[in-house]
């Protein structure tokens, strides 16, 4: 990546060059993590107008990165974003109607926004509804349509979602005890960092 490149790019307006740098200001990838100058990169972007501009700066203000957290100004940035068609900032405005974060909790318009991403093939769509489903927030409790979901999430590559299987099929929660099956998902878990998995299958394969 040539930091330089893109630093004259972004200073001439493109966007992809503001977010692209953005991101390697975050996340330290060639060089050293200034948050700062990635909240303010990706500000521009949103003040261009471009959706993904929205979302990142939206996670800056919900994880208090390079900012304050202020989930209100992280509400109104997934709103934005969302409403431009990302949509990844739809679930997670979800996620702030189902907490109250940011906007008065409604766990009604969370479960029809996570449908909706779920309708687009989004695995947090299917995640947090089967969230919602196994804990019986806002429908009723079903445990055999909440391994649905998440086996949904799991199979478009959601690591959360693939460990959460491999918990139901190790006990046999919503769906057959299956221990191979069980494995199978905390491995795909695992190959993704999801450390909770890698301790399960070590457990699992040691025991």
Partial sequence: ?????LKKKAKNGDIYSMLKLGNAYRFGHDTEIDSKKAFELYKKAA???DAVGWLFLGGM???G?????NYEKAFLCYFTASAKGEIE???RMGTMYLDGRGTEKDEATAYNIFMRAAK???????LYLGHMYEEGIYVEENIEFAAKCYEKAAQLGNMHAQFQMGLMCEAGVGTNEDVVKAIKWYTLAAKQQNKRAERRLYELLNS
Avoid: F, P, R
């Avoid at 990165?65 to 957290?69: F, K, V």
């Avoid at 687009?120 to 299917?126: H, R």
């Fill in 1 to 5: 990546m040539n930091i330089k490149k």
């Fill in 47 to 49: 003040d261009l107008g």
């Fill in 120 to 126: 687009q093939g989004n695995s947090y769509g299917y």
């Fill in 61 to 63: 203000y919900e994880n």
């Fill in 89 to 91: 900032a739809l679930w």
């Fill in 65 to 69: 990165e390079g900012t304050e957290i």
